[in-house]
């Protein structure tokens, strides 16, 4: 068990509706980070944020956006889902925001969307 | 554009035996190193990391080896073992953090 917790374990909905997905970091940790991982494709990293604030971004759709609350846990929303969005999403935690830190990973959520 | 290549999709090696993972990378600009690997219905769990100032970690069964000048990476586990079977995933961390599309280990017994 890593210490991060996400939610739902699996989620499946229609195209063109909106979803979200909820990270719990380990304690401590101030980063939160949020992958993708398509069907025979490595884990694209989305975004990370830092002690609620975006810290660095990457292939993330403009449909999707992401955010850190006060409490440290985050919330990923996908929005106009359409089927090429079906795929796991893990969250990550870190101590810091460096290079050097250690990811632990959440146990991610399956989305599938029909 | 692929910048972190793990071009072994699967690798089946005896248990006992030495297990090679191999990743090549293209942008000279990372300068961080991971190994991750990931058993099925669980995310990814770190393994060994290395930065771009050395050219080998080693950590129990476990080393990598980074060779700059040829962009390219390995993991190495001695002796393999059968809980060693899953899917490994090697990152290089620049400005963002790449993965690679993994490679499936296979420990035969």
């Known amino acids: 068990d890593s210490g991060v917790t996400q939610t739902p374990k699996h989620l499946i909905t229609a195209t063109g509706q909106r979803v979200t997905l909820r990270c719990s970091p380990r304690?401590?940790?101030?980063?939160v980070y949020w992958y993708q991982q398509s069907l025979d494709q490595g884990l694209q990293f989305l975004i990370q944020?830092?002690?609620?604030?975006?810290?660095a971004k990457g292939n993330i759709l403009e449909r999707f956006s992401a955010q850190q609350f006060p409490d440290l846990h985050s919330e990923l929303n996908l929005s106009s889902l359409e089927l090429g969005d079906s795929a796991l999403y893990f969250c990550?935690?870190?101590?810091?925001?460096?290079?050097?830190?250690?990811?632990?990973f959440g146990p991610g959520t399956r989305l599938t969307v029909l | 554009d692929q910048q972190v290549k793990q071009n072994s999709p699967s690798l089946s090696v005896q248990e006992g035996r030495i297990s090679i993972l191999n990743c090549d990378y293209t942008?000279?600009?990372?300068?961080?190193f991971l190994w991750y690997k990931k058993y099925p219905a669980e995310g990814p769990t770190f393994l060994i990391s290395i930065s771009s100032i050395k050219d080998k970690n080693e950590d129990g069964r476990f080393t990598v080896f980074l060779n700059k000048s040829a962009k390219h990476l390995s993991l190495h586990i001695v002796p393999s073992q059968p809980g060693d079977s899953a899917v490994y995933f090697c990152?290089?961390?620049?400005?963002?953090?790449?993965f690679g599309k993994g490679t499936r280990l296979h420990i035969l017994p």
């Open positions: 990152a290089a961390n620049g400005v963002k953090i790449i």
């Open positions: 990550a935690s870190s101590v810091g925001g460096v290079r050097a830190d250690t990811q632990y």
């Open positions: 304690s401590g940790d101030l980063s």
């Open positions: 942008n000279s600009m990372f300068d961080y």
């Open positions: 944020y830092y002690n609620g604030e975006e810290r």
